[in-house]
């Protein structure tokens, strides 16, 4: 099972920031959060990862909680084609960084 | 540099035959994974492989699959005697070493008739 929780769907304003949440209560401490979203018909595509520092790339920003018991992805300005399921994953450590995939976020921006 | 590469797109294949499913890792990455997603599902992890190694295969069906990463050579993905319940998208996604980020391809979409 998925180590993670996600809410099933979120909607976004078209130039807003979107702020999806993720609750991994069971983490690990040197376990990773990542964060991948899949656009419809696509493969999924790699958005950032962390350990327990805040993170930014030029896709997104990731924050942690001090616990490592949640965490937020931030899109700072979405825009339409960033409509997609996006997903919060823990891989699992044990088995050979397998990738295991909840139900995700389902974003909908809206212009 | 280019990204992780699947081919084909689509497969179409009647009940009974055979399909290979081919992924061409990004370069400089020796470890390869293969997940496969039914329609409205998450992906399922299949296999795990390094170069000439099955690492672990515990997500893969014991019948009719099989998979393996030469050493030349893109890793395949077999499927025999295909079924109707193997009609999916099947996602091959490559990182340059365990325990690390892994990078997706476009997806191999199998429609069994």
């Known amino acids: 099972d998925a180590k993670t929780t996600q809410p099933p769907s979120m909607d976004c304003a078209e130039g807003r920031a979107a702020n999806l949440p993720c609750n991994h209560s069971?983490?690990?401490?040197?376990?990773?959060v990542y964060w991948y979203r899949q656009i419809h018909s696509q493969g999924p595509q790699y958005i950032i990862h962390?350990?327990?520092?805040?993170e930014t790339n030029e896709m997104a920003s990731l924050i942690i909680t001090e616990d490592r018991k949640s965490s937020t992805l931030i899109l700072p300005h979405a825009t339409l084609r960033d409509t997609a399921v996006y997903y919060c994953?823990?891989?699992?450590?044990?088995?050979?960084?397998?990738?295991?995939w909840g139900a995700g976020t389902k974003l909908i921006i809206k212009p | 540099n280019a990204g992780v590469m699947q081919n084909p797109r689509h497969l179409v294949r009647r009940r009974g035959q055979e399909a290979r499913l081919r992924c061409s890792p990004m370069?400089?990455?020796?470890?390869v994974y293969w997940y496969r997603q039914l329609p409205e599902e998450g992906l399922k992890f299949m296999v795990y492989?390094?170069?000439?190694?099955?690492?672990?295969e515990s997500g893969m069906p014991k019948e009719r699959f099989s998979a393996e990463f030469p050493k030349e050579g893109p890793s395949i993905l077999r499927i025999q005697q295909v079924v109707r319940g193997d009609s999916a998208a099947y996602f091959c996604?490559?990182?340059?070493?365990?325990?690390?980020?892994?990078?997706f391809g476009p997806g191999t979409r199998l429609l069994v008739l």
């Open positions: 069971t983490i690990s401490g040197n376990e990773y």
């Open positions: 996604a490559s990182s340059p070493g365990n325990q690390e980020t892994q990078y």
């Open positions: 370069k400089g990455h020796s470890h």
């Open positions: 994953i823990v891989p699992d450590m044990d088995s050979n960084y397998q990738l295991i």
């Open positions: 492989l390094q170069k000439e190694n099955i690492i672990d």
């Open positions: 962390g350990l327990k520092n805040n």
